[in-house]
């Protein structure tokens, strides 16, 4: 099994900054790419950004240039820096992780979800 667990959301004011991080375990071989999405309310799930093993990046045309990802694979981890932050980036945030297991398994898993609430 593989388990994520999601930290860093929050309230936070217009143009203020949020981090989140997402740590990886469990009977792990390789993880291939680590991504965040997100669902505002009555929307559906979008992605936000991803990364691959080799550190390709991928973002969504509304926070290029304000948001960036970035993976510690050392630590199965991968974060999520955002600045500038607009009350239309208000959602709960999911990370989500392709990975292959121990047991030559390839997974998708997704995080419990961090809240992430833009407002003054």
């Known amino acids: 099994q593989v388990q994520l667990v999601e930290s860093g959301g929050g309230l936070v004011q217009p143009g203020g900054s949020l981090r989140l991080s997402c740590a990886a375990s469990?009977?792990?071989?390789?993880?291939?790419?680590m991504g965040w999405y997100r669902q505002a309310p009555g929307k559906q799930r979008e992605l936000v950004a991803d990364t691959t093993s080799g550190s390709t990046t991928n973002y969504a045309d509304s926070v290029k240039g304000r948001f960036t990802i970035t993976r510690d694979n050392a630590k199965n981890t991968v974060y999520l820096q955002m600045n500038s932050l607009k009350p239309e980036d208000t959602a709960v945030y999911y990370c989500?992780?392709?990975?292959?297991?121990?047991?030559?398994?390839?997974?998708?898993?997704w995080g419990q979800g961090a809240l992430v609430t833009v407002s003054s």
């Open positions: 469990g009977s792990i071989f390789r993880i291939h790419i």
């Open positions: 989500n992780v392709r990975v292959t297991t121990s047991s030559l398994v390839n997974l998708e898993v």
